[in-house]
């Protein structure tokens, strides 16, 4: 069972950067496709990021692209989300999801959606505010 630990949130000065990390996300011989989604107050979860199991698909939202970096360690069992240049609109509610195994789902071209993903996290939350 894949079970996913997040970490990382809080508040933070708008301009400002939080890393957030999502653990159990596979190993080295088998790593998760891993998803990063955002749910701000009364709106939908929209994906935000995604990195394939190769680390070879990695997919930004034009809202995030050139502030936010998705990222694996080297043994493979965590995905880091590193946000800089916050925004208030960036506040809300972050969700790591795993793809199943034997799924690899992210593309470079297209939003990751909340029905690819099977596993979940528990989300963190982050404000950002003055």
């Known amino acids: 069972q894949v079970q996913l630990v997040e970490s990382g949130g809080g508040l933070v000065q708008p301009g400002g950067s939080l890393r957030l990390s999502c653990g159990g996300t596979?190993?080295?011989?088998?790593?998760?496709?891993i998803a990063w989604f955002h749910q701000a107050p009364g709106k939908e979860r929209e994906g935000v990021s995604c990195?394939?199991?190769?680390?070879?698909?990695?997919y930004y939202s034009d809202l995030v692209k050139g502030r936010f970096t998705i990222s694996r360690d080297n043994a493979k069992t965590t995905v880091y989300l590193q946000m800089n240049s916050l925004k208030p609109e960036d506040t809300g509610i972050y969700y790591c999801?795993?793809?199943?195994?034997?799924?690899?789902?992210?593309?470079?071209?297209?939003?990751?959606?909340?029905?690819?993903?099977?596993?979940w996290g528990q989300g963190t939350q982050v404000t950002v505010a003055s």
């Open positions: 999801a795993a793809a199943p195994p034997a799924s690899d789902f992210c593309s470079p071209y297209a939003e990751p959606v909340v029905n690819e993903y099977d596993f």
């Open positions: 990195i394939n199991s190769s680390d070879q698909k990695i």
């Open positions: 596979g190993s080295t011989s088998r790593p998760y496709a």
